[in-house]
């Protein structure tokens, strides 16, 4: 097939400008980047090859090979995995493949330069850091079992790429960089070598240069090839940990905790386990494909085993590898496989006892953690049954007895509950001063009572899938049956005129009560036991998409110890054809409305009441 230009897709036009029109400070990242994709080809063969040899081609002496050349000013990368036909790295090599390129793109326009490079990494597209160093690329590769029949791909990274065919007679990828003036530091092999130590030692390959040894032109390995997760622990020091959680994830920063065991019984396993101390890139935007690292015998399987933890533990980085697995079955067999279960239940269990561990003693680290990753848990606290003990340990709420942006958890609002309370309360709304300014809180407030203020969205989800902690019921205080004992009988009698007007004036009312749960406010707005509260209500309508769903209709509940309601139940017991009742009662209506954190549907009618309200009062 004849040569062929084509142009690059546009997400993917924009992200290799701003590689080529920044600078950076660390652009040594392209080699890791390289590397890391040649390991992944690599592995992919080495598997295939388990069910179908003929792959292997009789070349099963896995090598990534670098070639520096100082007289053409190239690096060449190679390798002998899997390969790439046309189709494959046209697909692979000339568009972004993701959903969420758009924000990936917009966050790297804003991140500082220093930032750029581990944010591509990050975001799975780190071939594309070759621009970094180099002013064009070529890509020599053959596909597993496609003879000598290969493919070449060019591009300077200016819009478009070209693409022919090939004679290439070994099995895998060339990436040669043709390195920029500026680069040319790449071709020593001390830089190189070094780079390959602080990036890529523990990569399981051997990563080999050609080198001068006493005359003779030997292959020496740049890479120790440590397998890491099968020392002891008392063998690694922190900076090899850190070193391989970099070499895994991407990530810049240091893990905030790394869990390291052997586990023995019906399954044996070793795991090596990260807790990062920052949210995850790719998480940032959606769901993360990546799962944890699946060995066998040491010998790679998938990099993407979702299976070994549940879902809400996405954020998790780390190696597992089993002696007990049988290496001779598909991916997607082994991913659903009971053997895999039980190793998901244990390696749950080791990362939730991590974190509650975390918690009890380094509270502060916690607290930095739950910040940028605590909705996953919240995720699991209204998901994994089996495991809804451990992390209802793990959640923490603001509350009425912490300060703005400090935390308590379930366990120590238990220890602080006065002996005559017997339920766990709490008030869910868009934002701690809302909900601190609620009338709900007022009886509370005057025993001393604490109360959860739920400020995220997802708060209101968890607590209600939990329904109780420690034998304590967790209850909404926005709910009708709070508080409305002791009310006498003539008092029910006086002011059930007032609550039938009520209910009669305003079709937005289902029912209207008395209560002594509000001290200072004449009003306030409940939804019935049963239904959504006001502000799981607001969330479910800004989530609709086939228009508004409809209000329900809330309870008013009313004060009688409130002047201005002891005032209307005078004036309606007088006259209930006076004007000013159905004016003043829409206005005790609306402002419970607004107290809850709706908004009033007709605000035009409101000002108008209440301009009518401030005229009168300023005529007497």
């Not at 179908?52 to 670098?66: F, G, M, R, S």
């Not at 007289?71 to 990368?77: D, G, Y």
């Not at 279960?341 to 953690?369: A, C, M, P, W």
């Not at 009520?502 to 079709?507: H, L, R, S, V």
Request: overall charge negative; proline content about 3%.
């Amino acid at each position: 097939m004849p040569a062929e230009t084509m142009q690059f897709k546009t997400e993917l036009k924009q992200l290799l400008h701003l590689i080529i029109h920044s600078l950076y400070s660390h652009k040594d990242i392209f080699l890791r980047e390289l590397i890391s994709n040649a390991s992944d080809a690599i592995d992919r063969v080495r598997f295939e090859g388990l069910t179908k040899p003929e792959l292997l081609e009789d070349n099963a002496d896995w090598k990534i090979k670098l070639i520096p050349d100082e007289a053409n000013r190239t690096l060449t990368i190679s390798d002998n995995g899997v390969g790439m036909s046309r189709e494959t790295i046209v697909d692979q090599l000339g568009t972004i493949a993701r959903s969420d390129t758009r924000e990936f793109l917009d966050s790297l326009k804003a991140a500082d330069a220093k930032e750029r490079p581990d944010l591509i990494g990050q975001f799975g597209v780190g071939f594309y850091a070759s621009f970094m160093v180099a002013d064009k690329v070529t890509v020599l590769s053959r596909m597993a079992g496609a003879a000598a029949n290969g493919v070449k791909w060019e591009s300077a990274g200016a819009g478009d790429f070209s693409i022919e065919d090939c004679t290439k007679p070994t099995r895998g990828t060339d990436v040669i960089l043709h390195l920029r003036e500026d680069a040319k530091e790449f071709l020593d092999k001390n830089r190189l070598h070094n780079l390959v130590k602080k990036y890529s030692d523990f990569v399981e390959h051997p990563i080999v240069m050609d080198v001068e040894n006493d005359g003779k032109t030997i292959e020496d390995t740049l890479n120790a090839r440590k397998a890491i997760w099968l020392r002891n622990k008392s063998d690694v020091n922190d900076d090899e940990y850190h070193a391989f959680y970099k070499h895994l994830s991407h990530d810049v920063n240091n893990p905030l905790k790394t869990i390291h065991y052997k586990a023995e019984g019906q399954m044996e396993f070793k795991a090596l386990l990260y807790v990062p101390a920052k949210k995850p890139f790719d998480l940032m935007w959606g769901d993360s494909k990546k799962g944890l690292h699946l060995y066998i015998q040491r010998v790679f399987i998938l990099d993407d085993c979702e299976t070994l933890l549940p879902k809400y533990l996405r954020f998790v980085r780390g190696v597992v590898d089993s002696p007990d697995l049988p290496l001779n079955v598909s991916r997607e067999i082994l991913q659903h496989s009971a053997p895999l279960e039980k190793i998901k239940s244990n390696l749950t269990s080791k990362v939730l006892s991590t974190l509650d561990e975390l918690k009890r003693k380094e509270f502060d680290q916690y607290v930095g953690f739950y910040n940028e990753l605590g909705m996953f848990l919240k995720e699991g606290a209204y998901q994994d049954w089996e495991n809804k003990k451990k992390l209802a340990d793990l959640l923490l709420f603001e509350s009425t007895k912490t300060d703005a942006g400090k935390f308590t958890t379930l366990a120590d609002y238990v220890e602080r509950m006065p002996g005559d309370q017997t339920e766990i309360y709490y008030l869910a709304g868009d934002g701690r001063e809302v909900l601190e300014q609620s009338p709900l809180l007022e009886s509370f407030k005057a025993k001393s009572w604490e109360v959860l203020l739920l400020t995220d969205p997802a708060d209101e989800f968890v607590v209600d899938s939990q329904h109780e902690y420690k034998g304590k019921q967790l209850k909404a205080i926005d709910k009708a049956g709070i508080d409305q004992t002791n009310i006498s009988d003539d008092t029910k009698k006086r002011f059930q005129p007032l609550l039938d007007y009520f209910k009669e004036k305003i079709g937005d009312v289902g029912d209207a009560r008395l209560t002594n749960r509000l001290k200072e406010s004449a009003v306030c707005l409940v939804s019935d036991e049963h239904a959504m509260s006001a502000s799981m209500e607001r969330l479910m309508q800004r989530m609709q998409r086939d228009g508004p769903m409809p209000a329900s209709k809330r309870i008013l509940e009313v004060n009688p110890e409130h002047s201005l309601v002891q005032a209307l139940a005078t004036l309606l017991e007088k006259d209930k054809n006076d004007a000013r009742l159905e004016g003043a009662a829409r206005l005790l209506y609306d402002q419970a409305v607004i107290l809850e954190g709706s908004k009033v549907k007709d605000p035009l009618a409101f000002a108008q009441r209440l301009n009518t309200l401030l005229l009168t009062d300023a005529n007497k």
